[in-house]
């Protein structure tokens, strides 16, 4: 069965087609980084309006690329939430749009399944049951997850997402918008041991997250640099940049490896736009390796938002038997706010 995908939920426009029995078939991307970046972060408005424009060329890009044709799709699946709500809208009734003119079934999906499940196209793949971090922009969450739609909850942040810790460090830094790439980058200058900033809910006991006071501690020191300090000014940005990166990233590894113990698996999955991070990356193979366990990650250009995740993860609730594909009607809704326990 052939799935066309889409994804639409926040600044990147994504389309992808997937095979339920090969997989990844072909997908097109188009971020819309350089768009927000004068803004200092992403603009709703602009987000939908260029979601319009990118959606069909990218379509046709995407089928070109597997050789195939809109006649040869089977389903079409698309983010129905969280996100945007202007922005799922887009992708939302393009995607109901072709299912309807095709008379074949639309497959809404929950973004943070897209994330979750993207592991599973990298080689090799995790096997079920393992536990997985989900660090993205907007969410960071551990779950164990037992096999494709079931998922349970071991804990999440109490307030902001680890991708927007790098996020709002990053601008206090005055290092633009995604600042989690460009901290990241700044931090390979840096000394991470200058500065000693707190690791939030590191002893709390549970697997909860806590990231905004992060943000604060990283202010003051922003507001105790001399900003004309020419040279020491940039040493003392990256050295910042450095033990944010490392208070961040010491916070993901411990309750990452506190829910192994606690779940006893030996398989830990990363997924999200901070998955990609190479600090986070490194630590949790050492320590996971060092406990006779395995840590998978998805691609590195697939860990931000994409359209292969979205048409993958429907694929998989096909394989799973999860998707009523008889389904006929193509009313529609989106869910900008949507825990993923209740799909
Ligand atoms: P959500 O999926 O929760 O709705 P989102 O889709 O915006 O949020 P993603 O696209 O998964 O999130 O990830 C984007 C986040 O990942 C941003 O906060 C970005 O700064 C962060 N990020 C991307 N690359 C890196 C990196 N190398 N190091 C740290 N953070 C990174
Ligand atoms: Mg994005
Ligand atoms: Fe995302």
């Known amino acids: 069965m052939i799935i066309l995908g889409y994804e639409s939920s926040c600044d990147e426009t994504g389309v992808a087609l997937v095979c339920t029995e090969r997989g990844l078939l072909s997908h097109a991307l188009h971020s819309q980084v350089k768009m927000h970046q004068e803004y200092g972060g992403v603009v709703p408005e602009l987000a939908s309006r260029d979601h319009i424009q990118r959606v069909l060329p990218l379509t046709a890009e995407t089928l070109a690329a597997a050789g195939m044709q809109l006649a040869d799709v089977d389903a079409v699946a698309y983010t129905a939430g969280p996100g945007l709500a202007g922005a799922l809208l887009v992708g939302a009734s393009v995607a109901q749009s072709i299912a309807w003119s095709l008379g074949r079934p639309a497959i809404p999906v929950h973004h943070l399944e897209g994330h979750l499940l993207s592991p599973l196209l990298a080689n090799p793949t995790p096997a079920f049951p393992f536990v997985a971090l989900l660090v993205s922009g907007g969410h960071t969450q551990l779950m164990r997850v037992d096999g494709v739609g079931r998922y349970a909850l071991l804990g999440e942040t109490l307030d902001d997402a680890a991708g927007e810790a790098f996020d709002k460090s990053a601008k206090l830094m005055g290092l633009g918008y995604p600042g989690g790439p460009a901290l990241s980058k700044l931090a390979e200058q840096g000394d991470p041991t200058v500065y000693d900033l707190p690791r939030p809910m590191l002893h709390s006991g549970d ?100 359209g292969a995740m979205i048409a993958f993860a429907a694929a998989q609730r096909v394989n799973a038997g999860l998707v009523d594909l008889s389904t006929s009607s193509h009313a529609f809704t989106v869910r900008p706010r949507w825990g993923l326990h209740d799909i």
């Open 207 to 306: 697997l909860d997250f806590s990231f905004s006071g992060l943000k604060t501690a990283v202010l003051t020191r922003m507001k105790s640099f001399d900003v004309n300090g020419g040279a020491a000014f940039e040493t003392a940005k990256a050295n910042l940049a450095a033990a944010t990166e490392a208070a961040i990233v010491d916070v993901l590894a411990a309750k990452s490896l506190k829910a192994m113990k606690q779940t006893g698996l030996k398989r830990l999955v990363v997924a999200g736009g901070v998955g990609a991070n190479r600090h986070l990356r490194q630590h949790l193979e050492t320590e996971m390796a060092r406990r006779g366990g395995e840590v998978f990650f998805p691609p590195l250009s697939l860990c931000t938002d994409n």
